[in-house]
């Protein structure tokens, strides 16, 4: 039944066009993979007890559009994405909790501003780690969860439903190719340039540089996972060749369309 189960979901979620999906066990949140880990509240099983699997759905981020950061274009994609990804999951909890399973989501974003996490910098659930036992990733130096196809351009959202499914498992071989890049690019020095969690990103750095291009509507920054090499939506819009983002790098044309873009529907500094 549960197989069953899970295939109506995965064909429910393609329907929406949710092509990144994956299930994690809760009790997973038990055995951390890291020895830097989060207290036990933030566990799906704190937030629920009846939680008896986390459904993690993700939709991409357009490279394209990525590459103008920081840009009104970036910025309109970002808040498009987020409020896609919710009502998606939220449907997801519908179609389940009408056959008898009783589920919910959790929102994409779960902060009421940047302000705010400048005391607590964290939402009260990860959904990046939700997607690692989901086998949808692995860890990057830019402290984000990277995918095969996307790399780190994918945002996710997460269903707690009390149906027990068939589980994934995190993915084996790690994909981040420690290039450095994301930690080159940062520019405010967020990144510590080691393995994640070895050494975590300067949240407050991130927050602080995030309140600048937010007052100028031109927020998030996003350039960490611009840069990085990881996916095959490269491929798709024929981005592998990483010199496109130095200043004298080839393909002029690409930089000249991105600085056309910036000009326009944010505020000047
Ligand atoms: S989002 Fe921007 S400021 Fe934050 S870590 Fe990434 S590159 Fe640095
Ligand atoms: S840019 Fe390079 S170092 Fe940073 S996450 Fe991607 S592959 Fe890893």
Known sequence: MSEKLREKIFEKAASMDVHLIGVADPEAWRSPPFDVWMPEEFYPSNIWPDCRSVIVIGFPISLP???????????????????LLDQVAYRLSVFLSEMGHGSFFIPRDGYGSLSVLKD???????????????????????????????????????????????YDLPLESQLCTRCFRCIKKCPVQALPGKDYPE??????????????????????????????PVGEDRELFARTDMLVYEHDGPRRELRNGWKHVQEYGGKKE
Do not use: Q, W
Request: glycine share 6%; aromatic share 12%.
């Open 65 to 83: 559009v990525l590459e103008s950061t920081p840009s009104i274009h970036y910025h309109e994609l970002y808040k498009t994405v987020n409020s």
């Open 120 to 166: 607590r910098p964290m939402a009260f659930f990860s959904h990046k780690h939700a997607a690692y036992f989901a086998g949808l990733g692995t860890f990057g130096m830019n402290n984000t969860l990277l995918t095969k196809n996307y790399g780190p351009r994918v945002r996710f959202t997460s269903v707690f439903t009390s149906a027990k499914l068939p």
């Open 199 to 228: 050494a975590l990103m300067d949240k407050e750095r991130c927050r602080a540089y995030h309140e600048k291009l937010y007052a100028r509507h031109i927020s998030p920054c996003g350039i960490c996972i611009k840069v990085c």
